[in-house]
T-cell receptor
């Protein structure tokens, strides 16, 4: 079965520093890949997604992620962290091994930004 | 567009009571998902519908949980009887095809 791992349940960065949140998936078939963000007391919202085509995907709020098939990874980055980036981040993959429509979410990474 | 609407936003009930959570998906979306989020278990998919038909309910924890989607604009998640371990935030999400899911604000359920 498809699975998603996110290395580090909690990441702290200084304001202005690089943000790197890691995501790896297990699949024999390249999946659709997503990053969602959840701010306190809110639902999840999409940051970016990869389906096909260019492997470097740009999203909202200056985030981007690169799909690396050989590494089965889809790490999320942002060059310069802002205080407003503090939130929970979820990597998700569509379960293309069984059906496209079922999305599997990772456990999440809580990002703290230190002033 | 109002987005996905969930009600109530907060629910406090006593063990043994019936709880009904409601969701209105975004108009035109053909998929609807119910999730549960807790600190211990993270985000869990409970059940999802396509064109009002339940596709996968393997995440429903037990028979106390049931979900319906009588039409394209309304879905309910019912817990009967409720237990303290059901306390969580329940999210509804909808999507059009295999595209991104749009999440509602969630219902925070507390079972005493």
């Amino acid at each position: 079965a498809q699975s998603v791992t996110q290395l580090g349940s909690h990441v702290s960065v200084s304001e202005g520093a690089l943000v790197l949140l890691r995501c790896n998936y297990s699949s024999s078939v390249p999946p659709y890949l997503f990053w969602y963000v959840q701010y306190p007391n809110q639902g999840l919202q999409l940051l970016l997604k990869y389906t096909t085509g260019a492997t470097l995907v740009k999203g909202i709020n200056g985030f981007e992620a690169e799909f690396k098939k050989s590494e089965t990874s889809f790490h999320l980055t942002k060059p310069s962290a802002h205080m407003s980036d503090a939130a929970e981040y979820f990597c998700a993959v569509s379960d293309r091994e069984t059906s496209y429509d079922k999305v599997i979410f990772g456990p999440g990474t809580s990002l703290s930004v230190i002033p | 567009d109002a987005g996905v609407i969930q009600s109530p936003r907060h629910e406090v009930t006593e063990m043994g009571q019936e709880v009904t959570l409601r969701c209105k998906p975004i108009s035109g979306h053909d998929y609807l998902f119910w999730y549960r989020q807790t600190m211990m278990r993270g985000l869990e998919l409970l059940i999802y519908f396509n064109n009002n038909v339940p596709i996968d309910d393997s995440g429903m924890p037990e028979d106390r949980f049931s979900a319906k989607m009588p039409n394209a604009s309304f879905s309910t998640l019912k817990i009967q009887p409720s237990e303290p371990r059901d306390s969580a935030v329940y999210f509804c999400a909808s999507s059009f095809g295999y595209n991104e899911q749009f999440f509602g604000p969630g219902t925070r359920l507390t079972v005493l």
